[in-house]
T-cell receptor
Framework: TQLLEQSPQFLSIQEGENLTVYCNSS?????LQWYRQEPGEGPVLLVT?????EVKKLKRLTFQFGDARKDSSLHITAAQPGDTGLYLC????????????FGTGTRLKVLA | NAGVMQNPRHLVRRRGQEARLRCSPM?????VYWYRQLPEEGLKFMVY????????ESGMPKERFSAEFPKEGPSILRIQQVVRGDSAAYFC????????????FGPGTRLLVL
């Protein structure tokens, strides 16, 4: 059973465009993380959101945790080729359980 | 500070052989987690270890797979009698403590079973 659905699965855009990727679940999570993974490497943590409705900004990236803590979005403004990668969300079902459930990812390609 | 190190980065095995994957956590980290990533899929939790203890192995297949994290040396994920379905990228992550700590991932070992 896939608890975290990410959409879209694939996204190819031109440099300078904006985009939003989504992470949805029917389950409630105590926290949710977003990672970026480049080919041949491990995931690198971008942000952790904990509170329902929380918004965090990281330069051109804006992360939002849904009010009910079941979903999250990642918005990238003015995408650059360096943003290319696999974006993974991971939810923690209960605080301190350490077992993060990962989504299948959104594979983003930004064309120069 | 060196990050999480995994070796080998690539491993090719024939069916029936054994695969040993090593993970050296970041300095000062005593918690290690192993994940498996199949092509076009997200990471799936396999096992969580502290030094000399397996805390949770609920994500690890009961047969052929084992993991250890000795007092000295790296954590080892061992797969005996590998089958083609074991081909995947295996990642380990480490953290300094269990609760509410960021997990730092290594670069992974890509296992190919012929």
């Amino acid at each position: 059973t896939q608890l975290l659905e990410q959409s879209p699965q694939f996204l190819s855009i031109q440099e300078g465009e904006n985009l939003t990727v989504y992470c949805n679940s029917s389950s409630v999570f105590s926290s949710l993380q977003w990672y970026r993974q480049e080919p041949g490497e491990g995931p690198v943590l971008l942000v952790t959101v904990v509170t329902g409705g929380e918004v965090k900004k990281l330069k051109r990236l804006t992360f939002q945790f849904g009010d009910a803590r079941k979903d999250s979005s990642l918005h990238i403004t003015a995408a650059q080729p360096g943003d290319t990668g696999l974006y993974l969300c991971a939810g923690e079902r209960a605080s301190g359980t350490y077992k993060y459930i990962f989504g299948t990812g959104t594979r983003l390609k930004v064309l120069a | 500070n060196a990050g999480v190190m995994q070796n080998p980065r690539h491993l090719v095995r024939r069916r029936g052989q054994e695969a040993r994957l090593r993970c050296s956590p970041m300095k000062g980290h005593s918690h290690v987690y192993w994940y498996r990533q199949l092509p076009e899929e997200g990471l799936k939790f396999m096992v969580y270890l502290q030094k000399e203890n397996i805390i949770d192995e609920s994500g690890m297949p009961k047969e052929r797979f084992s993991a250890e994290f000795p007092k000295e040396g790296p954590s080892i994920l061992r797969i005996q009698q590998v089958v083609r379905g074991d081909s995947a990228a295996y990642f380990c992550a480490s953290s300094p403590a269990r609760v509410e700590e960021t997990q730092y991932f290594g670069p992974g070992t890509r296992l190919l079973v012929l």
